[in-house]
Nanobody, 125 residues
Framework: QVQLVESGGGLVQAGGSLRLSCDAS????????MGWFRQAPGKEREFVAG?????????YYADSVKDRFTISRDNAKNTIYLQMDSLKPEDTAIYSC?????????????????WGQGTQVTVSS
């Protein structure tokens, strides 16, 4: 069993930056693919970014955040990050991290096994 806790959310002006953290406990996540998802009010949950296990050699981003967001992992800390730059009001959502036991990044939430509670990100115009 893996427990995930997100942090780093908050209120920021458009054009600003935030770095989200996802701290894992219960077991190492070194071998797990990890993903970030978000859900805005009244909208379905959507994939944001994913990173493969071990060295995190492969990453994948939603088109809406490509070149603005960066996912990374620190295996020594059992933590993944989401660096968000050039934030836009449409990035406002609850951001959640998730683990995927089976190797390979997926855009589909149902492929992920463990989820955190999420952290609120609000971008003002």
């Amino acid at each position: 069993q893996v427990q995930l806790v997100e942090s780093g959310g908050g209120l920021v002006q458009a054009g600003g930056s935030l770095r989200l953290s996802c701290d894992a406990s219960g077991r190492t996540i070194i071998d797990y693919t990890m993903g970030w998802f978000r859900q805005a009010p009244g909208k379905e949950r959507e994939f944001v970014a994913g990173i493969t296990g071990w060295t995190g050699r492969s990453t994948y981003y939603a088109d809406s955040v490509k070149d603005r967001f960066t996912i990374s992992r620190d295996n020594a800390k059992n933590t993944i990050y989401l660096q968000m730059d050039s934030l836009k009001p449409e990035d406002t959502a609850i951001y959640s991290c998730a683990t995927k036991v089976v190797a390979g990044i997926s855009r589909w939430a149902e492929d992920y096994n463990y989820w955190g509670q999420g952290t609120q990100v609000t971008v003002s115009s």
